[in-house]
Nanobody, 123 residues
Framework: QVQLVESGGGLVQAGGSLRVSCAASGRTFSYYAMGWFRQAPGKEREFVAAIGWSGRSTYYADSVKGRFTISRDDAKNTVYLQMNSLKPEDTAVYVC????????????????WGQGTQVTVSS
């Protein structure tokens, strides 16, 4: 089992920046690819970004490419999502996930999920 706890969400103005974190405990963190997804009210959960177990491979949704950066610190069992140039349409609950996956951009590619942290971007 892997337990995931997100933090760092909040309210920010459009154009601002925010960093959310996901702390993992349980099985060896470095074995897992990590992903960030988001879900806005009334919408399906959508892929945001992912990073491979080694940290060498990263993946981004087209909507966040160039604005968001995913990173991991295996010494701290933590994955980060740095979000810059935020837009109102980025407003959602951001959820992190862990998995031994070959499909990092899909919900089904992950085995463990956190509860999420709310990010609200005001216009």
């Amino acid at each position: 089992q892997v337990q995931l706890v997100e933090s760092g969400g909040g309210l920010v103005q459009a154009g601002g920046s925010l960093r959310v974190s996901c702390a993992a405990s349980g099985r060896t963190f470095s074995y897992y690819a990590m992903g960030w997804f988001r879900q806005a009210p009334g919408k399906e959960r959508e892929f945001v970004a992912a990073i491979g177990w080694s940290g060498r491979s990263t993946y981004y949704a087209d909507s966040v490419k160039g604005r968001f950066t995913i990173s991991r610190d295996d010494a701290k069992n933590t994955v980060y999502l740095q979000m810059n140039s935020l837009k109102p349409e980025d407003t959602a609950v951001y959820v992190c996930a862990a998995g031994r996956t070959i499909r990092p951009s899909t919900v089904s590619g992950y085995d463990y999920w956190g509860q999420g942290t709310q990010v609200t971007v005001s216009s």
